[in-house]
Every structure is written in structure tokens, then in C-alpha cells.
């Protein structure tokens, strides 16, 4: 599976109340959830993000608490994926949990914001097309690889086991 997309680059510590403020959190309806991503770091982020764009950023993202409305509103935006040094632990579960793949690379630096990058999840690939740069990762095992191809833990499940 191969992804491409623009790049929304963020910082470091990026919460789970950054990505969807807690007053927004009496709905798991994602296109709902959607309208507000990212709102209290980029007011316009979810007017302007398109779908398969790509988030970036620092260390330490998701960090907070575990509400897996912070990857729904991400994936309901159309993000195809997110960048970081390092995920909270528990939002790396949510996020696997509904079919949003997390990338762990230490060269986030090397992307801008606006930078167009390719994901080639198969081979552990990231390039940045932007600087002609790429950069390996870890790369998911098989199992978790068609997780995220069936749209998550849930619609894996049935897939595999309810016939």
C-alpha cells in the first residue's frame, strides 16, 4: 500500500484536546468531529485539508487522554496518515483501532509544511517528493498492514471471521 499526499506539519505534544477540543466530544459522528480537528492549533486546518493530505509532527503526538475521538476527527478530516518522532502510546492503539496509520520517523525535520511525501508502507518507505529525500521506518507486520487496509480492527474482524 502506497500513500501520497501535502504535508500539515505540527510540533511537539500535540494533545488529544488539541486535535478535538473536549466540548466537542458528546458525538463520534467523524464528519462531525471533522469540522473541529486541529482548530486550537490551526483555526482553518479543517476548511482547508483535503483528502489523503498528511500530518506531521514533532514528538510525543496524542499525548493526553484516551478518547479515540482524537484519531476519528483526523481520519473523518480525510488524513490519510500521520508523521511523528514518537505517538502516545494509547493513540497509536486508537488510531491502528480504526484504520488510521501512524508513521514513526526521526526526520520530521527534513519535512515542511506544504511538502508533498509518499508513504510506501510495504517497503518502510517515507519520501519526501518536495526535496527528492526518503527515509526508512519500521514497518507494520502483515496483520496490522491489513487492519489498516480494511479500514480497522472492527471492519477486519468481520471481514476475516463473519461470513
Known amino acids: 500500500m502506497k500513500i501520497k499526499g501535502k504535508t500539515w506539519k505540527f510540533g511537539s505534544n500535540v494533545n488529544t484536546d488539541d486535535i478535538i477540543p473536549a466540548r466537542y466530544l458528546n458525538t463520534i459522528d467523524e464528519k462531525e468531529l471533522a469540522k473541529h480537528c486541529m482548530e486550537s492549533l490551526d483555526i482553518n486546518f479543517s476548511k482547508n485539508v483535503k483528502r489523503g493530505d498528511i500530518i506531521v509532527a514533532d514528538e510525543n503526538f496524542g499525548c493526553g487522554s484516551s478518547r479515540e475521538h482524537a484519531p476519528i476527527a ?4 480525510g488524513v490519510s496518515a500521520v508523521v511523528a518522532k514518537s505517538f502516545a502510546r494509547i493513540f497509536l492503539r486508537n488510531s491502528i483501532n480504526i484504520g488510521l496509520p501512524l508513521i514513526e520517523i526521526e526526520q520530521t525535520d527534513k519535512i515542511k509544511n506544504g511538502d508533498e511525501i509518499e508513504i510506501d508502507f510495504e517497503n518502510g518507505i517515507l519520501t519526501n517528493l518536495s526535496n527528492n529525500q ?27 471471521y463473519i461470513k
Open 74 to 77: 483526523i481520519k473523518g478530516c
Open 134 to 160: 526518503s527515509f526508512h521506518f519500521s514497518k507494520y507486520p502483515e496483520f496490522l498492514q491489513n487492519i489498516i487496509k480494511n479500514g480497522g480492527l472492527m471492519k477486519w474482524t468481520a471481514k476475516k
